[in-house]
């Protein structure tokens, strides 16, 4: 009895864990022509996307950097 109840403890530790990682919001920004422009607070999945693609505008693809 004591077993199952550390393996359900010990799941729903990792659940909590890796369901915060999903919710975690950063502040990002990209750099373009010299100066910092501010995308805001972006949250959950959409912060490894930007990371990984960039932002797009009508003048190109930019680096986006978060606070980790």
């Given at each position: 009895?004591?077993?199952?109840?550390?393996?359900?403890?010990?799941?729903?530790?990792?659940v909590?864990?890796?369901?915060?990682?999903?919710?975690?919001?950063?502040?990002?920004?990209?750099?373009?022509?010299?100066?910092?422009?501010?995308?805001?607070?972006?949250?959950?999945?959409?912060?490894?996307?930007?990371?990984?693609?960039?932002?797009?505008?009508?003048?190109?693809?930019?680096?986006?950097?978060?606070?980790h």
């Amino acid at each position: 009895m004591k077993t199952n109840f550390f393996l359900i403890a010990a799941f729903g530790v990792a659940v909590l864990f890796s369901s915060c990682k999903k919710n975690k919001c950063e502040e990002c920004h990209y750099d373009k022509d010299g100066a910092e422009i501010e995308l805001g607070e972006i949250c959950g999945e959409e912060i490894e996307a930007l990371e990984t693609n960039g932002y797009t505008d009508s003048t190109g693809t930019y680096v986006v950097h978060c606070a980790h």
